[in-house]
């Protein structure tokens, strides 16, 4: 038996497929657009669905950020294109505005398909070059929307029309100038210059026809009125009808100039016409794929896995409740059991749906790391094929179904069976059942089949391959929750439900009697396995609460430490700050006391006697007091103080006015004010005693000083060279020798 494939348009019809194409066209900016999308069938070439969904999802995950990416309706053009390439036609004016709103709506795709070459190289692939801006703009000049030829066509269309208004304006004027000569018995009541048959007339009444003379074109229904072309303005009629001939002409010439002018660009406004409408199909596509929060799934390579999945038809109603339908490698039909409206034909219909869907390049409605094969042959026996015009049973329906499925489907097919093995004696339609599914199975075919038979249920304890399913009811409501379970067979809840609606009780206990009691005995397995199941799904909800509630905490721990952190980061920040500007400060002070000091050094130089000498070096130390330099060194280099702080050590007592302050202990020593040390001081402690020891030095009129700052990292040599370089005083310095220190050590010399 040769097995073959093929998704036949029953089949097609029964799972319901134009309607989901149907939700997807809706989406579209054009009628081509949307037709294009109702057009789509399954592709059975994996390359090619892979590279259908891989585009749509690059366009979908643009969407989610820039609403703005449309498509642009465009006319059907088909026919005009035809007629185009057939030598020696014209084209309506209707024909060529169509193509040139064409002609506009390729320019914009063109245009928005270049601008996303780097983020959707797979969409910008659409894109063709538009024909020449030429063409377009010359249809814009030479027709109206409605494909009327426009004056400015062409100077000879422009000079014809004037000519057939100034004819039309004299045959007119003479005609109502005659109306008005007329006696009023003569004329037709509300009389007026009109059109009859092409050429302008005045209605008269009949009795005065012989008297006017002329021709008559029309009457009234009571023949009281004719219209009437009088003899004196026949002449001017004819000039009229001449002029309208000859613009007619020009009309015509321009059709067949712009023809010929837009008919060697044919293939170019054909693939740019293409290009709108695959555009459109694409985002139609892209923005369902959105709508419906769809996921591209893996195609092929692996087997049935469906995550998340939504039927394409209940999306967007009322609540929907996902499912997820995820088979091993070994195994191939899935059985679903459970009472009626259960969700069970539900359920194997949005299967088939959602992989029709991908398979004609769409994304449903699936979550992330779905699987789906590639079927190439798709069959379904759903619902009741009773047929009495072909004298069949709905048993024997389903037989013939069956028959048809049995002689095509296998490896690579999906087979959607609903309620198989009903209709008939339950003993032998469970039989014959399980020899269909067996089958199947044996075939690698992918089957999913519901089913009310009890016998059913132990097929798949039997047979390799097969596995029990179930959607989710409710014992205590007796109201189905749509849950698909794998690996449980559901209850049919027949006798619960037809207690709940009431039927006697000693009727339901004869009833209750008559089950086998192997079906007992699995009806109660079942009942205490649900049980069970119930016990679970509230341990693990209540496990979810309080691992929400966890990690509600940690969040929040997390966020209080973050403003901690934070906080901590911007008391260093301030403390820096601060820092910086004491130091600021201080250096501040510092200059202007070496000002101070230079002052009163020259008044010392000038000094004639040694009272002014003695006068000079007073102001000397009280300059030195004044700036408290050394007080905020002291207090910079402990940490950091404030302004307010640096305010009050500005003024502070002169040393004079305050106890003395014993010098700390870890202050480096002078050498008869000769030589410094800074070594093991850091740069703040550092730069107020480097200016103190420069000060002593020219207060003691030495003429060098020796610092030694060692080499270290370097920060302190750097120090003493920016404040040596900016102090007047310093006439020059540099390195010791390296038998004295080397790098180490930096000896000043002063200005005499």
């Not at 026949?234 to 000859?246: C, F, M, S």
């Not at 072909?390 to 037989?399: E, I, K, N, P, Y």
């Not at 909800?541 to 934070?566: F, G, H, I, N, T």
Request: with cysteine; net charge negative.
């Amino acid at each position: 038996m040769t097995v073959g494939g093929g998704v036949a348009p029953s089949v097609l019809e029964t799972l319901e497929f134009p309607a989901a194409l149907e939700r997807v066209a809706a989406h579209a900016a054009g009628p081509l657009g949307a037709a294009r999308v109702t057009r789509r069938s399954p592709a059975t070439g994996p390359d090619a669905i892979r590279a259908a969904l891989a585009q749509v999802a690059e366009l979908a995950a643009l969407l989610l950020t820039d609403d703005g990416i449309r498509a642009e309706p465009v006319p059907d053009i088909g026919a005009p294109l035809e007629l185009l390439g057939v030598p020696g036609s014209a084209l309506e004016g209707a024909a060529l505005a169509q193509l040139g709103r064409a002609l506009a709506a390729a320019r914009v795709v063109a245009g928005d398909l270049a601008r996303l070459r780097a983020d959707a190289p797979r969409t910008a692939a659409l894109r063709v070059d538009p024909p020449p801006k030429e063409l377009e703009q010359r249809l814009t000049v030479s027709l109206d929307p409605d494909g009327q030829v426009q004056d400015g066509a062409s100077r000879t269309l422009a000079r014809a029309r004037r000519a057939v208004r100034e004819a039309r304006a004299r045959l007119v004027h003479k005609l109502e100038a005659m109306l008005a000569a007329l006696d009023p018995t003569d004329r037709a009541p509300d009389a007026a210059v009109t059109l009859r048959e092409g050429r302008y007339v005045i209605p008269v009444r009949s009795t005065a026809r012989a008297r006017i003379g002329g021709i008559v074109h029309d009457e009234s229904a009571t023949r009281a009125t004719v219209f009437l072309e009088p003899p004196e303005v026949i002449e001017l009629g004819n000039a009229l009808r001449a002029a309208e001939v000859e613009e007619q002409r020009e009309v015509l010439q321009v059709l067949r100039d712009l023809t010929e002018l837009l008919r060697p660009q044919g293939d170019a406004i054909a693939a740019a016409w293409e290009m709108c409408v695959a555009f459109d199909d694409l985002c139609a596509r892209a923005r369902y794929a959105v709508e419906v929060n769809g996921f591209p799934p893996a195609i092929g390579g692996g087997p049935l896995e469906i995550r998340n999945g939504r039927h394409p038809l209940l999306v967007g109603g009322e609540v929907v409740v996902p499912f997820d339908l995820v088979l091993a490698s070994d195994e191939c039909t899935v059985l679903v059991s459970g009472p009626n409206t259960g969700g069970k034909t539900v359920l194997i219909k949005a299967v088939g749906l959602l992989a029709l869907m991908a398979q004609s390049g769409i994304i449903p409605p699936i979550g992330p790391q779905s699987t789906l094969p590639v079927f190439t042959g798709v069959f379904a026996d759903i619902g009741d094929r009773q047929s009495i015009a072909a004298s069949l049973s709905t048993f024997s329906a389903h037989v013939a179904a069956l028959r048809d499925i049995l002689e095509r489907a296998g490896a690579g097919s999906l087979v959607l069976l609903d309620e198989i093995g009903s209709g008939t004696d339950p003993a032998e339609g469970g039989a014959l059942a399980t020899a269909v599914l067996q089958t199947l199975t044996r075939r690698r075919a992918v089957t999913l089949a519901t089913t009310h038979l009890g016998a059913l249920k132990q097929l798949a304890a039997e047979t390799v391959g097969i596995v029990n399913a179930s959607l989710q009811f409710d014992a205590d409501t007796l109201t189905p929750t749509y849950r698909l379970l794998k690996g449980v067979p559901g209850r049919s809840y027949g006798l619960a439900i037809a207690r709940r609606l009431g039927i006697a009780p000693d009727v339901l206990e004869i009833a209750e009697r008559a089950v086998p009691g192997a079906e007992r005995a699995m009806d109660a397995l079942l009942a205490t396995v649900e049980a069970r199941a119930r016990e679970l799904e509230t341990k693990e909800q209540e496990l979810a609460a309080r691992d929400a509630a966890l990690r509600s905490d940690a969040e929040r721990l997390d966020a209080r430490a973050a403003e901690l952190a934070a906080r901590e980061r911007d008391v260093k920040a301030r403390a820096q700050s601060l820092e910086r500007e004491a130091r600021e400060q201080t250096r501040a002070y510092l200059l202007e006391a070496r000002k101070k000091v230079e002052e009163a050094l020259g008044r010392a130089r000038a000094a004639v006697d040694e009272a002014t000498a003695k006068e000079a070096r007073r102001l000397v130390e009280r300059a030195l007091e004044d700036t408290a330099g050394e007080t905020a060194g002291d207090k910079v280099g402990e940490g950091w103080m404030s302004l307010e702080d640096l305010k009050r050590a500005r003024h502070a007592p002169s040393p004079s006015d305050r106890p003395a302050v014993r010098p700390s202990a870890q202050a480096p020593a002078v050498s008869a004010g000769t030589e410094i040390s800074l070594i093991g001081l850091r740069v703040s402690e550092a730069e107020p005693l480097l200016v103190k020891a420069l000060d002593g030095a020219i207060l003691a009129d030495l003429s060098t000083l020796r610092v030694i700052h060692g080499k270290g990292t370097g920060a302190l040599r750097q120090l003493v060279h920016e404040i040596l370089s900016a102090d007047p005083r310093v006439k020059r310095f540099g390195f010791a020798p390296s038998n004295q220190g080397g790098h180490g050590v930096t000896l000043v010399e002063f200005r005499a």
